[in-house]
């Protein structure tokens, strides 16, 4: 029984010759951003990837979701090891698609490869008849919470209950057999060097506003309208005056966008819809924070 520093080694050997192919995997991926729950070129791709490994995997999980497992020669836990499917969206990145603006711009196609890595690795016969339990390799979709308006529509036609890839995947108990969870993510941070172990994450309410007015004329009767989007900016103001009552040591973080804006430069905006997260460090701060954000909307 090889022990497991020689396991790790063989590991090591097998990664180290497949890191050309591992590359240009992330590098497609790169090249072809996807959103979440939109992720179908990337879902097909890494099925393919297992099922040249010998897996069987099971795809649309949560829409896009892939997840294949390996057995090992006797019964144990079940780990997990995760990548994540879906693209940013930032028009301005160097890797942005022209027509959506989607951008890998938090890593997550490194992400793939890596988990494909380690699948590569972890499946090779020498080294999982020397392995107790399952692994189960998961491709989740929709890590980044964007384009609420969108996944809110996929919820009221019965396509997802939840916003987010793993909450939904939780739900269709993909998690319910696994005892362990484990992923690796990018970081901007040279300091950080070549890995580091994260031991807290901020949590976050996710919020879509609707600004509702009258439409008129703007340049021959904007007297008769209602403007949605005046009503908007009052609201950003007031959530940015609140900011000084946020304690830096709570990490307390708003930052709306305006999704729709008007329907013309000629019309006084009568619907324009707004999307924020307010983020903090522990619960108490979070739903304070959040109870200033909505007195600032209404």
Same mark, same amino acid.
């Given at each position: ?5 020689d396991?790790?080694?063989?590991a090591d050997e097998?990664?180290d ?14 090249s072809n951003?996807e959103?979440?729950f ?13 099922g040249?490994?010998g897996l069987?995997?099971r795809s649309g999980?949560a829409i ?10 006797t019964?144990?836990p079940?780990m997990?090891v995760?990548?994540e ?5 930032v ?11 989607a951008?890998?711009a938090?890593g997550?196609h ?10 590569s690795?972890l499946?090779s ?7 107790? %339990?399952r692994?189960a390799?998961? !491709? *989740? /979709?929709a ?7 969108? &996944?809110d ?7 997802i ?13 993909e998690?319910?057999?696994?005892h362990?969870?484990?992923m ?9 060097q070549q890995?580091?172990i ?12 609707q600004?509702?007015?009258?439409a008129s ?5 904007p ?6 989007l ?10 940015n ?13 708003v ?5 729709? %804006?008007?329907e013309?430069?000629? !019309? *006084? /905006? ?5 999307e924020?997260?307010? &983020?903090?460090?522990?619960?108490e ?5 959040n ?5 600032a909307l209404r």
């Amino acid at each position: 029984m090889p022990s497991k520093e020689d396991l790790k080694r063989r590991a090591d050997e097998i990664i180290d010759a497949k890191a050309d192919d591992l590359i240009s995997i992330a590098k497609t991926i790169l090249s072809n951003p996807e959103p979440g729950f939109r992720e179908v070129k990337t879902a097909k791709l890494v099925a393919e990837q297992f099922g040249s490994l010998g897996l069987q995997p099971r795809s649309g999980l949560a829409i896009t979701g892939v997840r294949a497992d390996a057995s090992g020669s006797t019964p144990g836990p079940t780990m997990a090891v995760l990548g994540e499917l879906d693209s940013l969206i930032v028009g301005e990145h160097p890797h942005a698609d022209p027509n959506t603006n989607a951008a890998h711009a938090c890593g997550h196609h490194c992400q793939i490869a890596m988990m494909l890595g380690a699948a590569s690795a972890l499946t090779s016969s020498d080294i999982l008849e020397s392995l107790a %339990g399952r692994i189960a390799f998961m !491709a *989740v /979709p929709a890590e980044e919470y964007i384009e609420i308006e969108y &996944r809110d529509g996929l919820r009221k036609d019965g396509k997802i209950e939840f916003l987010g890839g793993k909450p939904e995947m939780v739900r269709l108990g993909e998690f319910d057999d696994v005892h362990l969870a484990m992923m690796l993510h990018t970081t901007s941070n040279p300091a950080e060097q070549q890995i580091c172990i994260s031991n807290t994450n901020n949590g976050s309410v996710a919020k879509r506003i609707q600004f509702i007015g009258r439409a008129s004329h703007a340049g021959g009767a904007p007297h008769l309208g209602v403007n949605a989007l005046n009503a908007a900016m009052m609201a950003m103001t007031a959530i940015n005056f609140n900011r000084e009552t946020f304690r830096d040591e709570d990490s307390i973080r708003v930052h709306p966008i305006i999704t729709k %804006g008007g329907e013309a430069v000629s !019309a *006084v /905006p009568a619907d324009v819809r707004m999307e924020t997260f307010v &983020r903090g460090r522990n619960l108490e701060a979070l739903m304070d924070a959040n109870t200033k954000v909505d007195r600032a909307l209404r």
